[in-house]
């Protein structure tokens, strides 16, 4: 045998050792051994006891039934008779003279179909920009009238009110034409 042949088979035997050194040690069927850590979690609380508790609030009333609807008795209206003052002593005049008048000429307000008062308002302008109307309430409240806004689709609403006479509204309109060059429409007052 030549010396390359030689080689190759010692060189061949070698590796075939090696292999069958390593192979079992690489192949014992173990498999990936894992660490395994100690466990650090507390052990579960236990849950406490369940209790009732009865409520201490009684239950709301049901409000599905309308409430009755109550009479408004008409105000009693006292005066001060002159002639029989005058002739009382000045101090029973001085004492009469400090008791105000009680009640009020004026019937009741209007009720629509649900028994609420009818209220009117009074609107004044319309502005694209807040900024306008905020001016324009801010000198109606400085003359002293009962003003405020509302912002309706694009536009900002000034109104003057809202009042349960519509008669006061309509002498309101006059005057604040005349002060102001306002003409204003009256409607009816909603809260929305």
């Not at 039934?65 to 005066?79: D, S």
């Not at 003359?143 to 309509?170: C, S």
């Amino acid at each position: 045998m030549d010396i390359d042949r030689k080689k190759r088979i010692v060189g061949l035997l070698v590796v075939g050792l090696a292999a069958i050194a390593i192979l079992p040690w690489l192949l014992t069927g173990e498999g990936y051994k894992e660490r395994h850590l100690s466990s650090r979690i507390p052990v579960a609380p236990q849950m406490p006891e369940m209790v009732d508790i009865e409520p201490q609030s009684k239950p709301l009333p049901d409000t599905m039934e309308v409430a009755p609807v109550k009479e408004i008795k008409p105000p009693v209206v006292v005066q001060v008779d002159a002639q029989a003052a005058s002739a009382d002593s000045d101090e029973t005049v001085a004492e009469e003279a400090k008791k105000p008048v009680v009640g009020t000429n004026e019937p009741a307000p209007q009720l629509d179909e649900q028994n609420v008062p009818v209220a009117w308002t009074l609107q004044l302008a319309s502005f694209k920009d807040e900024a306008n109307a905020r001016a324009l309430r801010k000198q109606l409240v400085g003359a002293g009238h009962k003003v405020y806004t509302r912002r309706q689709a694009e536009l900002y609403k000034v109104y003057v009110g809202p009042d349960l006479k519509r008669d006061r509204l309509e002498a309101l309109k006059e005057t604040l034409k005349n002060d102001f060059a306002l003409d204003g429409i009256i409607i009816r007052f909603t809260t929305q």
